[in-house]
């Protein structure tokens, strides 16, 4: 008798054991998608973080495609959500409660950016056109610093009219964009607070004098955390960077010997050939035409693959030091890290010859924002 009871107690433990370990149901996920945009609520961002946090913890990361969608899985609940392309970013609060197509949202949040002025070469432009812009005022959301009636080699005034030559930019200009701060180029290049006052500083193609005091002050600020857009002619300015063309890049001597305005390029990045391709039809099987090349551009001779990252490849004509021609294969735009900051720089740049973008710029929008994304 003994023992059944003992036995009837011993399934009832049993029973209710397996019963307590039972697993709890899992949660429901619930499929959100959504669409992040340029400033101007237009084009896509690609690759930029999307990060869903729930009480300050992360449950969810993905990244946006090529048309800027992205997909979420979550429970019901609300999120903050934190979608960032480099520096460039917004913030949205969400609640979940069935699977929904969220509306489409645009970068909100801006990094401070200074431009400074050039010739036959107008990137501010192109950071109008995708959205830098006050909507209400129509002023622009960055600094445009006066960078062509200060501080130019003299001695190279006459080749800068041929590197210019037949082009009318100053009928295109849009006066919006003339310089809108009481300070020049030469005072923010040898002021290292002012410099640093700025996240991202667009330095466009001009001939500056070397100045060994501006250029140790450039790289400090890019070691510090800054981001440094230089084209063209305006590689005079990475000399200390690049240690003299030792480091990172080395430009071409006889320098400003290219030849070739036009060429048909090979872009070596998949998310910039797939972000042409589907938002705009360019960059079919990875081959764009770059046609705003200036007479006597800076070459690239070669750079290093370990510590940068090149964009573009493309045959181009320049002279050596015999005026000979020579056609061949070059790398026309790069990206290298230094400290905590990064460098980009292209051999050819916007000219501002026509209202809508062209091919070169929109390959310009994309690196403006890919300039500051570092992870």
């Known amino acids: 008798m003994k023992s059944i009871i003992l036995s009837a107690l011993l399934l009832l433990f049993v029973f209710s054991c397996s019963e307590d370990e039972k697993p709890s149901p899992t949660p429901e996920s619930i499929n959100v998608s959504g669409r992040l945009l340029a400033p101007n609520n237009v084009d896509p961002i690609v690759n930029a973080k999307v990060t869903a946090l729930h009480n300050n913890i992360i449950t969810y990361e993905t990244t946006t495609d090529a048309q800027g969608n992205f997909q979420l899985s979550l429970e019901k609940g609300d999120y903050n959500l934190n979608l960032a392309k480099g520096l460039f970013t917004t913030e949205k609060q969400i609640t979940v409660e069935e699977e929904t197509a969220l509306e489409n949202y645009k970068i909100e949040t801006l990094p401070s950016i200074g431009v400074i002025t050039g010739s036959f070469d107008n990137i501010e432009s192109v950071l109008y056109g995708i959205g830098l812009v006050n909507p209400i005022t129509g002023q622009p959301l960055f600094d445009i610093i006066d960078g ?154 070669s750079y290093d693959p370990t510590t940068t990252i090149s964009w573009i490849n493309g045959e181009v004509d320049y002279n050596d030091a015999t005026s000979t021609t020579i056609t061949e294969n070059k790398d026309l735009a790069f990206t290298f890290l230094l400290g905590q900051g990064a460098v980009f720089y292209s051999s050819f740049h916007t000219e501002n010859q026509e209202f809508d973008f062209t091919t070169t710029d929109r390959i310009m929008e994309y690196l403006v924002f890919e300039m500051t994304d570092i992870d």
């Open 148 to 301: 062509i009636t200060t501080n130019k080699n003299t001695s190279l005034d006459n080749l800068e009219h041929a590197h210019g030559a037949n082009k009318s930019s100053a009928q295109m200009k849009n006066p919006i964009l003339d310089p809108n701060v009481n300070f020049s180029y030469t005072d923010l290049m040898s002021d290292p607070t002012l410099l640093a006052s700025y996240d991202v500083l667009f330095i466009n193609c001009s001939s500056h004098s070397e100045n060994p005091t501006y250029e140790q002050n450039l790289m400090d600020y890019v070691n510090n955390g800054g981001f440094l857009y230089v084209t063209d002619w305006s590689s005079s300015l990475l000399n200390t960077i690049t240690n003299n063309d030792t480091n990172y890049l080395s430009f071409y001597t006889p320098r400003r010997s290219g030849q070739s305005l036009t060429t048909t390029a090979t872009i070596l990045d998949g998310n910039l050939s797939a972000w042409l391709l589907l938002n705009f039809g360019i960059s079919v099987n990875d081959v764009v035409e770059i046609d705003e090349f200036l007479y006597a551009w800076q070459v690239v001779d």
